[in-house]
């Protein structure tokens, strides 16, 4: 499904991603582990389009897609829920969500399907509200159903418990959960709580300074030689 061959990527003088390479198959859930300020957000916004790759390589579905900008990315079938949620607060809930269909004919976008509003039952009773009256966590929860109705077939999730009330984060992973098992979608999930990715990733790989330190399944990836690279 994604392919990703050795990416570097630099801000000024600095080295940004070196060399970073991953795979992530339809179905699987891959969580993206790390401190703050290692590469993780950098390199999701490489795999969106929204920062360039000076070398290597980037393909969906076996099509190269590193230089594609990120809407030719979203038509594609790639949906990005940024660190922050971006939600846009003057427009209301349903508008939010009207957004997400933005890459589909407009025929398909008429109707928002009610599998989101089951997924997050509270935006049922919200969609005159604006977005910038909810709450963080039903924000996120609005993010990640604005992403879920374009009907990506790879979903990027970058910390979706930052800042987020205990009961929220269980129904976020209840979702992810939920997506997992369906297994059509390929889920990528940058987390700094360890405990919540471990508990739903399949794969997991370790970023520190740029570069993957470490990377496997769950009984691999939970040792003490990882969990330095996981402290703040």
């Known amino acids: 499904m994604l392919n990703v061959r050795a990416i570097h990527q630099y801000y000024g003088g600095s080295h940004t991603l070196r060399g ?3 795979t992530l198959k339809q179905g ?3 969580a993206l582990l790390g401190r703050n300020g290692v590469g993780k957000t950098t390199l999701l ?3 969106m389009g929204v920062l360039p790759v000076r070398e290597g390589s980037i393909s969906l579905d076996g099509h190269d897609i590193t230089k594609l900008a990120p809407h030719q990315r979203a038509a ?6 940024p660190q922050g949620r971006d939600i846009f607060a003057r427009l209301t809930v349903e508008e939010n969500i009207r957004m997400g269909m933005a890459s589909k004919p407009a025929s398909a976008a008429r109707r928002i399907k009610g599998e989101v509003f089951e997924l997050f039952p509270v935006l049922a009773s919200m969609l005159s509200r604006r977005g910038g009256d909810l709450s963080g ?3 996120q929860q609005l993010a990640i159903a604005r992403a879920l ?3 990506p077939r790879l979903i990027i999730l970058d910390e979706p418990t930052e800042g987020i009330q205990p ?5 976020i992973a209840k979702v992810i959960r939920l997506l997992r098992e369906r297994g059509d979608i390929g ?3 940058c987390e700094q709580y360890f405990d919540f990715a471990r508990e739903l990733a399949d794969q997991f790989i370790v970023m520190s300074r740029g570069e993957i330190v470490a990377a496997g399944d769950r009984t691999q990836i939970d040792g003490p030689d990882v969990r330095k690279h996981l402290l703040a």
């Not at 009961?167 to 129904?171: A, E, G, L, M, V």
């Open 20 to 22: 970073v390479s991953l």
């Open 28 to 30: 699987e859930c891959l």
């Open 45 to 47: 916004k490489c795999l």
């Open 76 to 81: 594609r079938g790639i949906a990005y829920v």
């Open 137 to 139: 966590g039903q924000q």
């Open 149 to 151: 109705v374009a009907e």
């Open 167 to 171: 009961s929220i984060i269980k129904d």
């Open 187 to 189: 889920i990528l999930l």
